[in-house]
């Protein structure tokens, strides 16, 4: 139908797509300036995140802590809505 111009305009652009995409993103700068601080954003370093608990009391006492964090939070608010109708 096509005839063999169009069978190796195909075979051509089967064959340069893959190459074109191996080119540009295997370069190293291209590495270095988009995927590594995107990581950076995904993944926070060790020393920002907080340590996992590991055992049961750890994970109840950190659940406090969190719900206590909140809860003052929530007062703050309260208290900040209350001097704002006043």
Not at 32 to 49: G, I, Q, S
Request: hydrophobic fraction near 45%.
């Amino acid at each position: 139908m096509g005839g063999p111009n169009l069978e190796i305009f195909k075979f051509s652009l089967y064959l340069f797509v893959p190459l074109a995409a191996l080119v540009h993103f295997g370069d190293p700068a291209w590495y270095r300036n988009v995927v590594v601080p995107y990581r950076n954003k995904l993944f926070p370093a060790a020393d920002r995140t907080p340590a996992i608990p590991t055992n049961q009391q750890a994970v109840r006492e950190e659940l406090a802590r969190i719900k206590a964090e909140r809860l003052a939070r929530r007062a703050q608010l309260d208290a900040e809505d209350a001097n704002e109708s006043k």
